[in-house]
């Protein structure tokens, strides 16, 4: 575990981390977090003061002078008389620096816990959500695959949250269908593959309303990506030894610092090492910011073709991840090709 040297004094406070998630919390029903810390420096360290942000945190430490080298806590104790999510702050005032010692607790204030030990790093609306994107990978024809979603209701009244603007091919449902507040909930989606017509990526964006007849809006939106890939469960085994075979001059595409350029550029080869006309069937990006070019999709056996991409930076910096191109192609040891793109 690494630790972190706060300030260079004759004094000096070190410990693993300044900030402590306590994860759900039960409706008044004190929490408390422990902050582990060292004097590691040379001269003895004397907290004078703490001040929390708050009324609802109480801190307790040392009173008495820390020798240098030894070890110490400082305990903060939340309330958790308020529902929904909390972060708190407290400051460690001490002959170690002019400035305090920032510490954090944080965490969901509930009426139960529930079965998810998971985190809700996302906000949409009045609810707390552990992802905003999901991605069905390797989704075969005929295949249903199920994915879920965390939420918890951080509002003071009760929501009977609703799956907005899905597409034929998606099913979804949530379990309870009403949520107290400080109470979660599951959010299960099914991919009907059937109902697929594109192999490679097909992208949508589905949304989340809190009740009945709630308005569609960005803040609520959530990102669903699926990857459609094409079977060769009929092909012989003279077939398969004919197959083309696809070889890539490099497995990533290096975009670097963009150095104040608007753009910048990189290539890569696409060799066909096979016996048999290698077909690129789909060329797409996941996410934003890229612009892809390839001078042939049929690539014959020994021949190679060049693949140019092109990052734009105002759509990258704009982008919620980092990009990636996406081939589908007719090789049935490499279906799918994904390239990422590195970026600084």
Known sequence: MAFMPMLMHAQAISLPSDTINCGQVIFKHPVKAEFKMKNSGDKPLLISDVKA????????????????????????????????????????????????????????????????????????????????????????????????IHILNNSDETMVP???????????????????????????????????TDLGLTQTSIYLGEFPGDKVSPEKELDVNIILLPSFEKQTKEQLAAAPRLQLSKGRVNIGLFDGKSKKKDELEITNIGKSTLIIRSLQMIGTGLEVSLNNQHIEAGETAKMK???????????RSVPKVLMITNDPTQPKVLINVDLK
């Open 53 to 148: 942000s708050c009324g609802c945190t109480t801190v307790s430490y040392p009173s008495v002078a820390i020798a240098p080298g030894k070890s110490f806590s400082v305990n903060a104790v939340y309330d958790a008389k308020t529902m929904g999510h909390f972060q708190k702050e407290i400051g460690i005032y001490s002959n170690a620096s002019e400035k305090p010692l920032l510490l954090t607790i944080r965490g969901v204030v509930v009426e139960k816990k529930s079965n998810f030990k998971g985190e809700y790093p996302y906000t949409l609306g009045d609810m707390l959500i552990d992802k905003t994107e999901l991605l069905f990978d390797n989704v075969n024809k005929g295949d249903m695959p199920i994915q879920q």
């Open 162 to 196: 609703q799956l907005m603007h899905l597409p034929p091919y998606l099913r979804g449902e949530v379990k309870p269908a009403r949520i107290a507040p400080g109470r979660s909930a599951t959010v299960s989606l099914q991919v009907d593959s059937r109902k697929l």
């Open 309 to 319: 991409v092109t990052a734009i930076r105002s759509m990258i910096e704009k982008s």
